[in-house]
């Protein structure tokens, strides 16, 4: 195949895709997000836990992606949506205070209900989630600030709002690998 007929095919690809995402943008982003968290999980599993293919917890994996399909996506854009609306579109100004209130109140808030929904989706009771959340909270929240402020600083700058969940889902493979590792851990040494 030829390097123009390649590129043809590419772009077609992300014409059906950007048709998809202005008339449904909430169920792509959530397909987009549970495909994502779900790679991250298989990452997480074939390459930091050297697990085989052939003896993937595909069903490890379900729950994980279930949770970007469910949670993460459909939160991810109504956020944006919000930061958007209320902070504004362009300029450093806006991107800056997007990112301090994306750290600060929704990345905290956000973090605590994925660990609970993980925690939930492996069949924990309460009171076990609860203590997976105190074990892991902090943790994950010092990695997050390490990582996503930049990130968005990048996002909110510099890309269209139809985009942003893409382009965070996309940086976010590497994170829900992490978080994938993190949250299993301990079902690991078990």
């Given at each position: 195949?030829?390097?123009?007929?390649?590129?043809?095919?590419?772009?077609?690809l992300f014409?059906?895709?950007?048709?998809?995402?202005?008339?449904?943008?909430y169920?792509?982003?959530?397909?987009?997000?549970?495909?994502?968290?779900?790679?991250?999980?298989?990452?997480?599993q074939?390459?930091?836990?050297?697990?085989?293919?052939?003896?993937?917890?595909?069903k490890?994996?379900i729950?994980?992606?279930?949770?970007?399909?469910?949670?993460?996506?459909p939160?991810?854009?109504?956020?944006?949506?919000?930061l958007?609306?209320?902070?504004?579109?362009?300029?450093?100004?806006?991107a800056i205070?997007?990112?301090?209130?994306d750290?600060?109140?929704?990345a905290?808030?956000?973090?605590?209900?994925?660990?609970?929904?993980?925690?939930t989706?492996?069949?924990?009771?309460?009171?076990?989630?609860?203590?997976d959340?105190?074990?892991?909270?902090?943790?994950v929240?010092?990695?997050n600030?390490l990582?996503?402020?930049?990130?968005?600083?990048?996002?909110?700058?510099?890309?269209?709002?139809?985009?942003?969940?893409?382009?965070?889902?996309?940086?976010?493979l590497?994170?829900?690998?992490?978080?994938?590792?993190?949250?299993?851990?301990?079902?690991?040494?078990?």
């Open positions: 195949m030829s390097v123009v007929v390649f590129k043809m095919k590419i772009r077609g014409k059906i895709y950007q048709n998809a995402l202005s008339r449904r943008p169920l792509m982003q959530a397909i987009q997000s549970g495909a994502l968290m779900g790679t991250g999980d298989i990452i997480s074939t390459l930091i836990e050297k697990t085989s293919w052939k003896n993937l917890d595909y490890r994996t729950q994980f992606s279930s949770i970007g399909l469910f949670v993460g996506g939160a991810l854009r109504m956020w944006y949506g919000l958007q609306r209320y902070i504004g579109t362009q300029g450093k100004t806006v205070k997007k990112v301090f209130v750290q600060f109140i929704f905290p808030t956000f973090l605590v209900m994925i660990l609970a929904a993980v925690g989706m492996q069949g924990k009771p309460w009171k076990a989630v609860e203590s959340i105190e074990a892991n909270y902090f943790d929240l010092k990695t600030y990582i996503w402020p930049w990130v968005q600083l990048v996002n909110f700058y510099y890309v269209p709002l139809q985009y942003q969940v893409l382009l965070v889902q996309s940086v976010a590497f994170w829900n690998t992490y978080l994938s590792w993190k949250t299993n851990r301990n079902r690991l040494i078990e």
